[in-house]
């Protein structure tokens, strides 16, 4: 139902209702039966025991458990714990991120009025919200939150602030006037009050049209609900990987099993042998470095200012393609600032934003001293009286010193507010005003009649002023006369030409005009209307305003374009605005398309995929449009991320890959649905999260490159072994003894590696490239190879020399195969080769390499663990073949591929 295009008194026909005495109190109970309360729905809630075992179903999961399992059998309790411990750890953590999501619709019940002042037998009364039902007459004042969508009956310059849901932080002016206009959206329906918004200035009644879920809250809890959580990019790799590791490793364990067995070997021995290799195959600590990896990385984004609510969000950030971002408080600091000031011809410009009352005035580029500029004295002073906002200092503490900072913030309407720092700015205030002028009387602001005006009296002479603001076009139709030159002139048909030229020239600047006029009037003169004062006035001049982009947004952005992110600007403000802010922060290019809600309304989903990839701004939207630009940007295939702040952002936010709310101005229902947060409400954190997201990638990439090459190595050198008919390279405590120390701490240390110096000029990953992509399945295979090819040569050499010393051989090889993986770790700290980074860079990782040095050496050289480890202590003429074949797997590599790249470029020199 189209509400705004209905006359009063056929609203109160179809509600059924009664203006002058309100609803009996049995008519509403009975409504309130039928209809149902006025709350929103939530959706069913999985119990918590349920919700804690579904944690546990994951297939890597499964396999950590067989693994533990496993490592119970063969007596290694303290890898059992581990492993026991990781899953429960894993558990958890996923049980609280999703009892935390849970709380979405909650927040979002949260913003309905817990009392509603209705008017029920002729009485005003007040009952709780949950009980109004469709055709209560309600009561609206300043500082009210209304609890039902209502159509507005009666305005007394009532205004509301409806940023929760339109996104526009400027309270809308509500009138009783019939709109016409086909669709209008939430933010043109002037009277119309919405669930969730908040009164900021007048007051006013209306009749409630809507309740419940019905209301344009309820539709978007209804979005919030039926918005599906999508799985990251990072997840689905590790299940593909998971399976794959499985099938590989037990296929292999079977097969050297199975040789062993043939060649003659203990079946028993090597039974043990083959498990042990499975729990070496299957690298149980994968997802605990992956959540350690991704901590590491919430971590650091906490010192960011960005708080990570799930841990995968910062790496499918990483990988994100798209950038939704809402304008108002995202790329704008959601203060409006007056920038220009236009009288008589002349135009000024002022420096400083928000609520901070610092800045120079410049004219023609030059800064001046405004005390010479008596007109533009004039037009800030006459702003600053004809308002009721106050500039506050208050004094915060920042920091963990617990200093004082020095914060401002406005008391009273952003518009008024902007014209009070425009006039702090030239030294004027309202206070110091109010010594030399008294106000006499105030005629309040009104959206029919669009101005507001006072009656002061100067002290000094007793002379008294009428002095008006509002809309540039009322107050010119109202003016005979203009200020021009600093002189008093007849507002000609050319001088109103000029008037109207400074007015569109201001507004295709993304600026919203406020004009200035004022009349001298005698001591003895009453006036009893507004339109006996609002004339014959005296045209000053404009205050021209807008909501200023955050000054580090630009940088960023061109910084997410170059790393292949493209940025996408989605606000409810009017196209002429978002087209020169988009164009400020260099969002839109040259040839890049605009969109508004009207037109997007009209397409599908299908529609909107076909044009989407070439739209840069969508302006005048709706939640509902939101969603559809999500879904259409993930249908080509993109990793689409939602910043938002507002009730009507959080079902794009929980739809999107990952969904990004602003931790300052963001509403709970905003944060509640997003997987990060930015408690500085700051574009530019999303830079640095993207940098991070894509770091955490790479060093979980370099555990996989690790762990794998690794685990190759010890698989093949014991099938080699067994294909060649030699005795056993490694026995079962040998090989988990390996796993112990080459999986743990050199792999954690991987994860706190730092970024490479190219991390932010690759494109974004293609969202369904393998883990193994860009070499890496090769890059694991080679050097798994040879480091089971070192190992084996190091045994054979060894058993060849002393053929009755089987223990002193097998001592040889586990040294050869630990010390060719902790030599190999420092070679996947890059995608280039091993002498493409400072080793000691990563300090952790350093001191991890010689702790499992270490650890290694405790079993070979403490007489007590020998026997356990069926090893022997080695002499310099040994450990020289230990280091000299252990380096062999990633120097002769890395060598081989230096040589490579430099005959590529030689090639390519050739040719150019």
């Known amino acids: 139902m189209k509400w705004y295009e209905r006359e009063i008194h056929d609203v109160e026909e179809m509600t059924h209702s009664h203006f002058s005495q309100g609803l009996s109190?049995?008519?509403?109970?009975q409504r309130l039966k039928r209809l149902g309360q006025n709350?929103?729905?939530e959706a069913d809630s999985v119990p918590a025991f349920f919700l804690f075992l579904a944690q546990f179903k994951d297939f890597m999961v499964i396999v950590l458990l067989v693994a533990t399992l496993i490592s119970g059998l063969l007596g290694e309790y303290i890898?059992?714990?581990?492993?026991?411990?990781?899953?429960?750890?894993?558990?958890?953590?996923?049980?609280?991120?999703?009892?935390?999501?849970?709380?979405?619709?909650?927040?979002?019940k949260e913003l309905s009025a817990p009392q509603i002042t209705v008017l029920r037998d002729g009485e005003w009364i007040k009952v709780p919200s949950s009980d109004v039902v469709v055709g209560d007459i309600v009561k609206l004042a300043s500082g009210d939150r209304v609890g039902a969508d209502v159509r507005i009956i009666e305005s007394k310059g009532l205004r509301i602030e409806e940023s929760a849901l339109t996104g526009e932080s400027v309270p809308v002016h509500k009138t009783e006037d019939v709109l016409s206009g086909e669709d209008l959206s939430i933010g043109d329906q002037e009277n119309m009050?919405?669930?969730g918004t908040m009164v900021t200035q007048g007051s006013g009644t209306g009749v409630i049209v809507a309740t419940g879920m019905k209301t344009e809250m309820g539709k978007i809890a209804h979005l919030l609900q039926s918005a599906e959580t999508m799985v990251t990019p990072l997840q689905r790799k590790l299940e593909q990987l998971g399976k794959v590791l499985i099938l590989v490793a037990l296929f292999l364990t079977a097969l050297v099993v199975i040789i062993g067995v043939y060649q003659g070997h203990d079946a028993y021995t090597m039974f043990l042998a083959g498990v042990s290799l499975a729990v070496a195959a299957i690298p149980e600590g994968l997802p605990a470095i992956v959540t350690v990896a991704l901590a590491l990385g919430v971590q650091r984004m906490i010192k960011r200012k960005a708080i990570v609510r799930k841990l995968p969000a910062v790496e499918t950030l990483g990988c994100a393609s798209v950038i939704c971002s809402d304008k108002t408080g995202t790329l704008t600091q959601n203060k409006m600032t007056v920038t220009k000031l236009w009288s008589g011809g002349t135009t000024w410009e002022v420096s400083g934003t928000g609520y901070v009352p610092q800045g120079d005035f410049f004219k023609g580029g030059k800064k001046l001293n405004v005390e010479t500029e008596k007109t533009l004295l004039q037009l800030l002073t006459f702003g600053a009286l004809c308002n009721n906002a106050k500039v506050v200092q208050n004094e915060v503490k920042d920091g963990f010193l617990s200093k004082t900072k020095t914060e401002y913030t406005i008391a009273g309407d952003p518009t008024e507010g902007a014209l009070a720092v425009s006039a702090h700015k030239a030294g004027i205030s309202r206070d110091t005003m109010l010594n030399e002028y008294e106000i006499i009387e105030e005629f309040p602001f009104e959206s029919t009649r669009k101005m507001m005006s006072v009656i002061v009296e100067r002290k000094q002479d007793g002379k008294r002023f009428v002095v008006t603001k509002g809309a540039p076009d009322?107050?010119?139709?109202?003016?005979?006369?203009?200020?021009?030159?600093?002189?008093?002139?007849?507002l000609s048909k050319q001088k109103n030409g000029y008037v109207t030229e400074a007015i569109d020239h201001l507004a295709s600047q993304a600026l919203r005009t406020i004009a200035i006029a004022y009349k001298e009037i005698g001591r003895n003169v009453s006036y009893k209307s507004e339109d006996a004062v609002e004339c014959n006035l005296t045209f000053i001049g404009l205050q021209g305003?807008?909501?200023?982009?955050?000054?580090?947004?630009?940088?960023?952005?061109?910084?997410?374009?170059?790393?292949?992110?493209?940025?996408?600007?989605?606000t409810g403000d009017h196209l002429i605005t978002a087209q020169a802010i988009a164009k400020q922060l260099q969002i839109l290019p040259e040839h890049g398309k605009i969109m508004d809600g009207n037109t997007l309304a009209k397409m599908s989903v299908k529609d909107l995929e076909g044009v989407v990839d070439d739209i840069y701004v969508y302006a005048r939207v709706s939640p509902e449009h939101k969603l559809k630009i999500v879904k259409a940007l993930q249908a080509k295939g993109h990793i689409v991320a939602m910043t938002g702040d507002g009730v009507n952002d959080a079902p794009a936010i929980k739809a999107a890959n990952i969904g990004v709310a602003m931790g300052v101005t963001g509403t709970d229902v905003a944060k509640e649905s997003s997987s990060l947060v930015l408690s500085d409400d700051n574009f530019a954190t999303i830079k640095a999260a993207i940098k991070e997201g894509r770091n955490i990638y790479d060093n979980i990439r370099k555990f996989i490159r690790y762990m794998l090459a690794s685990n190759v190595g010890e698989i093949l050198v014991m099938l080699f072994a067994m294909m060649l008919g030699m005795p056993l390279p490694l026995v079962a405590i040998q090989i988990l003894w390996i796993n112990l120390v080459t999986d743990g701490l050199p792999a954690m240390a991987l994860g706190l590696d730092q970024a490479e110096d190219d991390v932010m000029k690759r494109k974004p990953r293609h969202p369904m490239e393998s883990v193994f992509a860009r070499g890496l399945a090769w890059k694991i295979i080679s050097r798994g190879f040879m480091i089971g090819v070192v190992t084996l040569i190091a045994f054979w050499i060894t058993l060849s020399q002393n053929p009755d010393e089987l223990i002193r051989a097998q001592s040889v090889a586990f040294a050869t195969l630990v010390m060719a993986q902790l030599i190999h770790v420092f070679d996947c700290r890059s995608e280039h080769s091993v002498f493409h980074r400072n080793p000691f860079q990563n300090i952790y990782l350093v001191l991890a390499v010689l702790s499992s040095t270490a650890l290694m050496l405790v079993v070979m050289y403490f007489p007590p663990l020998q026997p356990v480890f069926h090893t022997v202590g080695l002499d310099v003429r040994e450990w020289l073949l230990v280091l000299g074949l252990a380096s062999v797997p990633t120097v002769a590599l890395a060598g081989f591929q230096i040589f490579n790249r430099g005959k590529n470029k030689t090639v390519l020199s050739i040719k150019s």
């Open 474 to 490: 009322v107050l010119l139709s109202r003016s005979d006369r203009i200020l021009w030159n600093e002189r008093l002139e007849t």
């Open 25 to 29: 109190e049995e008519e509403a109970e």
């Open 193 to 195: 009050a919405f669930m």
């Open 545 to 570: 305003m807008m909501d200023p982009p955050r000054p580090e947004v630009k940088d960023s952005i061109i910084e997410c374009r170059q790393a292949g992110i493209k940025t996408i600007m989605i």
């Open 39 to 41: 709350k929103l729905d």
């Open 79 to 108: 890898d059992a714990i581990t492993i026991i411990f990781i899953v429960l750890l894993n558990g958890i953590l996923g049980f609280i991120q999703e009892r935390k999501a849970e709380k979405s619709l909650a927040a979002l």
